[in-house]
């Protein structure tokens, strides 16, 4: 009699977490818990527009923008271990990109009013491309230095943003972002969508909403692939990955390329958002931010990426509803002991600092110590 063979890729409801196949267990949805929960998010975000005003839509809408800029560097920080600060760099390199591509000409500004399908993913591959020259002296450093390098791209980004008017609009005064047409319709105008009737908010919510889970499964796939191994690999050890027959130059090359690539998306949407985009806005500030939400969500994971972006766009809102009860001034001036945004730059200093010390995969790893600990009650293991 021939053994039975095994069929199964999922677990069965008597063994949990037991896997038959490599392929079930690096499934995106390995269990079927996880689908559930998937799907029942994906209706809960679906329906949010249709509960709230539109100034929470709209920081919801902020929150995909910021998770796509942070699954972005979280492929080269928290996989491939290179530390950037240039994200900022890169955003604004999308963010013109588009303006050029998709706005409309103003006087001296150029704009060539293209539809969306050119200007978004052409926003994502110029960042990339850029990435793709700047790569090789990049991964000649690592660690410290290699932080330092892209912190300057930052300043240098922002000289170049100041100086190139007909592109940028010029310090001070800025040009209007890309107009999201997406094959004649506007995602930024009322629409009537089954007989529904959506303000412009809540259209670019969905529109921003489809985007974002189409690249968030697109990095978890690649993170599963053998260049997501290659990434780990050079993050863990280097020298180990060098002499198995990892590249470390088309390795580290092709982090940055992909990394750059979805903070371009990200900048091109930010920028809708904004309203009016000035070079002040792509600045050090708005690095670290994206820094809080990889090292606060957790490194090395999609979904600890999502949940850093919930928590750096939410942070404003929070401190801003605390100005009542807290000797801070919710301007800019000096009717405090601090202000929103000095309070807010101090609250991400101080968790990046706990998480790294405490808990190196963040909120995430919050996540899975509180999941297991329910999981094996009431046993202590």
């Not at 000409?105 to 200007?119: E, F, H, N, P, R």
């Not at 993170?223 to 180990?240: E, L, W």
């Not at 949940?307 to 800019?332: C, E, R, S, Y």
């Not at 001036?333 to 101080?350: A, P, W």
Request: glycine residues 12%.
């Amino acid at each position: 009699m021939s053994a039975p063979t095994l069929k199964s890729k999922r677990t069965t409801h008597g063994r949990p977490r037991l896997f038959t196949t490599y392929s079930g267990e690096m499934a995106i949805f390995n269990t079927r818990v996880k689908l559930v929960w998937a799907i029942v998010g994906g209706a809960v975000v679906l329906s949010l527009p249709f509960f709230f005003q539109r100034d929470i839509v709209a920081l919801i809408t902020t929150v995909f923008i910021y998770a796509i800029g942070g699954i972005g560097l979280n492929l080269l920080t928290g996989y491939a271990g290179q530390v950037s600060l240039g994200q900022a760099f890169f955003l604004g390199i999308g963010a013109y990109t588009a303006a050029v591509l998709g706005g409309e000409s103003k006087g001296d500004v150029i704009g060539l009013g293209w539809d969306m399908a050119i200007w978004l993913p052409l926003a994502g591959l110029v960042p990339a491309v850029i990435a793709l020259i700047l790569a090789p002296l990049a991964a000649r450093v690592r660690g410290l230095y290699l932080a330092i390098l892209t912190l300057g791209l930052v300043f240098i980004g922002e000289h170049i943003f100041k100086e190139a008017t007909p592109l940028t609009g010029g310090a001070g005064v800025g040009r209007a972002p890309a107009d999201p047409v997406l094959f004649g319709y506007d995602l930024f105008t009322d629409q009537e969508i089954f007989g529904v009737e959506l303000d412009r908010f809540s259209v670019f919510y969905f529109g921003c909403f489809v985007i974002f889970v189409v690249l968030a499964l697109l990095a978890r796939n690649f993170t599963r692939s053998r260049f997501g191994r290659s990434f780990a690999a050079v993050r863990d050890r280097d020298v180990a990955a060098e002499v198995m027959g990892v590249s470390l130059l088309k390795t580290k090359t092709l982090a940055f390329a992909v990394s750059s690539f979805y903070a371009g998306i990200a900048g091109a949407l930010l920028s809708i958002v904004i309203g009016r985009i000035s070079p002040e806005t792509w600045n050090f500030f708005l690095s670290i931010d994206f820094l809080a939400v990889v090292f606060i969500g957790g490194l090395a994971t999609i979904t600890g990426s999502i949940m850093g972006a919930i928590f750096v766009v939410m942070l404003p809102k929070l401190v801003n509803t605390l100005t009542g009860f807290l000797p801070i001034d919710p301007g800019v001036g000096q009717g405090g002991l601090l202000n929103v945004f000095e309070l807010q730059s101090i609250i991400f200093g101080v968790l990046i600092v706990v998480f790294l010390i405490a808990e190196p995969r963040g909120l995430y790893g919050l996540w899975i110590r509180l999941r297991n600990y329910f999981k094996a009650w009431p046993f202590s293991y």
